[in-house]
């Protein structure tokens, strides 16, 4: 009866530490969704011109909004 009884508490004892650990790794996701996020401002001129949206619209290409004009009608009456 004396090692059962061992036994049962170890068995016990592990089984806590898990659940524990599942506790402590549920908290622990949950304090870092609570937290906010603070994200540095990427270095861009903020100094916007006619000059600097005519280049915009007149660039080709996937980083161009040449691309724009053609989906949205005001957009392209506007840049003629």
Known sequence: ?????????VLFSIHS????????RKA???SL?????????PAFDSAISE????????EPGPKGGKQFLGQI???DALHE
């Open 28 to 30: 622990f996701a949950d």
């Open 73 to 75: 009608e005001r957009l």
């Open 17 to 24: 530490a898990i659940r524990l650990s599942a506790a402590l």
């Open 1 to 9: 009866m004396a090692v059962s009884l061992a036994a049962d508490t």
């Open 51 to 58: 000059t600097t949206i005519e280049d915009f619209f007149n």
């Open 33 to 41: 969704r609570a937290r906010e996020l603070t994200l540095p401002l």
